[in-house]
């Protein structure tokens, strides 16, 4: 028999967000960031303002994060859409993606400067 894995679901990760979509806003995830997970923590480019997974290595933005991806993308070849959560909610910290070189403390303090806190 076949194992099966599971792979993190849409908003799986959220413990709270504010009503009427205010924790949500639509973004443009940059092109050459590959496949999405739910829960990757993304930081925006500040000269393009589009966003990409966040990284301790980065010089460009995004070394901060500032948001988390709420349903899967594909940004391999080219821009992409996504949703994110960008503000005034709780996630659950287990289930959030982070890049392999993001720090996850300096990842978090990011994501709390935004609103969103990590529990």
Do not use: C, W
């Not at 940059?30 to 829960?39: I, Y």
């Not at 923590?41 to 589009?50: E, H, N, Q």
């Amino acid at each position: 028999m076949d194992n099966k894995t599971d792979t993190p679901r849409a908003l799986g990760f959220v413990l709270s967000e504010a009503e009427h979509g205010r924790s949500r806003d639509a973004v443009t995830i940059a092109a050459g960031a590959g496949l999405l997970q739910p829960g990757t923590v993304l930081g925006k480019i500040t000269a393009s303002g589009k966003f990409t997974p966040a990284t301790d290595a980065a010089a460009d933005g995004s070394e901060t994060a500032a948001a988390v991806l709420a349903y899967a993308v594909d940004a391999t070849g080219a821009d992409a859409p996504g949703v994110v959560i960008a503000r005034a909610a709780q996630v659950k910290k287990p289930e959030l993606v982070y890049d392999a070189g993001a720090t996850e403390a300096d990842m978090d303090a990011g994501l709390v400067g935004a609103g969103i806190i990590p529990r």
